[in-house]
């Protein structure tokens, strides 16, 4: 009963947290500037910084957005809503938003307590995942940065939820089917996604193959260079363990 009262005072706080933040940021927004106690310069550092989570998340569930992208868009927002409804859209993808990141710090500090090897595994990961994609990404763009963002989201979360199976306490045979379910759907999501950014036909070869095997080396190759590199860090830590122990030193040949 403690444990289920600890969870729901957390997330009635974080509730509030992400509630509150998100008000600033429309209040601060849709306030004259002669109105505001803060310079202009500052109040627009404030609202670039805060609303930036749900600017990118704008851009990965658009059209679903709020009232601004991280990239420059010609298009207008809700032009003919009233002030209520722009209100509402900003307001229904912000607070889920910012309840989300509030959870990611208490989410790893218990992977961390309850199980170290995981964590390091993450960390790893997205070192990993990070490194290559940002490569990927500079030698393979064409200057259409909101494409490279939604690519490296969709890659993001096959990669996370292939993970998170293949990292699980379940049965080997269980993981490998759930591993293959991930890969399948998420080769047939890559597939749209990549015809919506590139339409026409000639840009892009959206054939569901092809993206099939992409995700396979990609996740595969991710997960195998996070497992060989997590290996390499353990056995390294224990052979320095080993020639620092007092054992080591009073074992060593002419003592």
């Known amino acids: 009963m403690s444990h289920v009262r600890t969870v729901s005072i957390g997330l009635i ?16 927004s849709m306030t004259p500037f002669d109105r505001l106690p803060l310079p202009r310069a500052a109040t627009f550092a404030i609202v670039r910084i805060l609303d930036f989570p749900v600017a990118l998340a704008g851009e990965l569930l ?10 420059r ?57 990070t490194t290559f994609t940002t490569a990927y990404l500079l030698m393979t763009t064409d200057g259409n940065r909101r494409g490279d963002v939604r690519i490296g989201a969709m890659w993001f979360l096959n990669l996370a939820a292939a993970a998170a ?17 991930v890969l399948l759907v998420g080769a047939w999501v890559f597939r749209f996604m990549m015809t919506t950014i590139a339409p026409k036909m000639d840009e892009v070869q959206p054939y569901y193959v092809s993206y099939l095997l992409l995700l396979i080396v990609g996740v595969g190759g991710t997960l195998w260079l996070t497992w060989a590199v997590g290996n390499g860090i353990e056995s390294w830590s224990t052979h320095r363990l080993r020639l620092k122990s007092p054992s080591a030193g009073a074992d060593a040949p002419g003592r």
Do not use: H, N
């Open 13 to 28: 706080l974080r509730l509030i947290t992400a509630t509150a933040i998100s008000l600033l940021v429309w209040w601060l």
């Open 62 to 71: 658009y059209p679903i957005r709020g009232m601004e992208l991280v990239f």
């Open 73 to 129: 868009d010609y298009d207008t927002w809700c032009d003919f809503c009233s002030v209520g409804e722009m209100f509402r859209q900003q307001i229904r993808l912000a607070v889920p938003v910012y309840l989300f990141l509030l959870y990611i710090p208490t989410v790893l500090r218990s992977i961390r307590r309850r199980d170290p090897r995981l964590f390091k595994r993450i960390v790893i990961g997205l070192l990993i995942y």
């Open 165 to 181: 199976f293949a990292w699980s306490q379940i049965e080997r045979r269980l993981k490998i089917a759930a591993v293959v379910a």
